[in-house]
């Protein structure tokens, strides 16, 4: 994938999702049930740590870290991971998260911005990533990421017409 398509893939996928969440009630973003027991609101958090952690994965890379120090290379399982960082957001106003989560794909496109197209298509060029080009691990920790999560809510929403 190209720079320019994986910023408008970037960009279409939030807008999307933004106008499918833009009108739904605080109440049903509030609302648990859309995936396991998270609410709207749980999943925008999830979306937000883990697209955070890949904004910290790019910043490392592009400074030349010889491997990242994010949660990607942890020893902390995912689920528990998700689970710690649902329980840090969970009381966090609705408005904040909203926030977050629109600001953290902003530094996402920043940071996407500043690579060359052999860094971000190059299987070799981040020998961490393990013959992986940089795109596809952007793609899955955005936008494919954030795919996933959008069919659950989409779903909910049709069931209980709420937007």
């Keep these: 994938m190209d720079k320019t398509e994986l910023l408008e893939a970037l960009e279409d996928e939030r807008q999307e999702l933004v106008e499918m969440l ?18 709207i609101k749980d999943i925008l958090i999830h979306l937000t740590h883990w697209e955070g952690q ?26 528990e991971l998700n689970q710690r960082w649902y329980e840090a957001g969970k009381d966090r106003a609705l408005d ?12 996402t496109i920043r940071r996407v911005a500043e ?10 060029r ?13 793609a899955s920790d955005s936008f494919e ?11 909910w929403l049709d069931q209980h017409e709420t937007n």
């Design 54 to 79: 890949l904004v910290t994965l790019l910043f490392q890379a592009r400074n030349g870290l010889e491997k990242p120090s994010t949660a990607h290379f942890g020893k902390e399982k995912v689920d």
């Design 126 to 138: 981040f020998p961490w990533l393990k013959d992986t080009p940089l795109w596809q691990w952007i």
């Design 96 to 107: 904040l998260v909203w926030q977050d989560w629109i600001g953290v794909r902003k530094q």
């Design 115 to 124: 690579f060359t197209e052999q860094d971000l298509n190059d299987p070799k």
């Design 145 to 155: 990421h954030e795919e996933e999560h959008a069919d659950s809510i989409r779903e």
């Design 22 to 39: 833009e009108d739904v009630p605080d109440e049903s973003m509030l609302t648990p049930g859309i995936s396991g027991d998270w609410s």
